[in-house]
T-cell receptor
Framework: DVKVTQSSRYLVKRTGEKVFLECVQD?????MFWYRQDPGLGLRLIYF???????EKGDIPEGYSVSREKKERFSLILESASTNQTSMYLC?????????????FGDGTRLSIL | GENVEQHPSTLSVQEGDSAVIKCTYS??????FPWYKQELGKRPQLIID?????GEKKDQRIAVTLNKTAKHFSLHITETQPEDSAVYFC????????????FGPGTSLSVIP
């Protein structure tokens, strides 16, 4: 069974801080994703990575960056946290390009920026 | 850009009744349509998916139908049970990337015992 683990379930940070959200998957999936989930807006893609060191911007990348130094780990970075980045953040992974397989999600990190 | 609409946003049904959630998508090249269920406080999990070469797929009490001409797809849950209460998300693949999907805004389903 695929396991996607996010480092924190709840996180509270202050405005202007640099924030790191970590995600690890154990199924050797090439693809990894970071989403933001807000009520009434569904899941919006922040960044997508299809291989180590490879990344693509999603629909809402502003204010965020990512790092994928190892295949199993995908980090989301809030360069200078702002209150409008308070949200639920979900990480997911899936099999590679050309193979339409479902995404497997982590439990999410509820981030509050004060 | 690509878009997925989902209706209704909230749905309440009596236990044992059927529930139907409808989605429309804008990208005519979309060919993969997964549905996810997210129970309160838990991660989204795939419950069923359909590919564009199939018009209907069923798995026990859950079925999905796809109308490619109209760019509609729907989730049908029969004989609903309280444990079906959750938020359901539809999604559609994007032509510019094999592996990305766009999610609908979600439907909150409540099954009343």
């Amino acid at each position: 069974d695929v396991k996607v683990t996010q480092s924190s379930r709840y996180l509270v940070k202050r405005t202007g801080e640099k924030v790191f959200l970590e995600c690890v998957q154990d199924m050797d999936h090439e693809n990894m994703f970071w989403y933001r989930q807000d009520p009434g807006l569904g899941l919006r893609l922040i960044y997508f990575s299809y291989d180590v060191k490879m990344k693509e911007k999603g629909d809402i990348p502003e204010g965020y960056s990512v790092s994928r130094e190892k295949k199993e780990r995908f980090s989301l970075i809030l360069e200078s946290a702002s209150t409008n980045q308070t949200s639920m953040y979900l990480c997911a992974s899936s099999l590679p390009r050309g193979v339409r397989q479902p995404q497997h999600f982590g439990d999410g990190t509820r981030l509050s920026i004060l | 850009g690509e878009n997925v609409e989902q209706h209704p946003s909230t749905l309440s049904v009596q236990e044992g009744d059927s529930a139907v959630i409808k989605c429309t998508y804008s990208d005519s090249a979309s060919n993969y349509f997964p549905w996810y269920k997210q129970e309160l406080g838990k991660r989204p999990q795939l419950i069923i998916d359909i590919r564009s070469n199939v018009g209907e797929k069923k798995d026990q009490r859950i079925a999905v139908t796809l109308n490619k001409t109209a760019k509609h797809f729907s989730l049908h849950i029969t004989e609903t049970q309280p444990e079906d209460s959750a938020v359901y998300f539809c999604a559609a693949s994007i032509k510019t990337s094999y592996d990305k999907v766009i999610f609908g805004p979600g439907t909150s389903l409540s099954v009343i015992p």
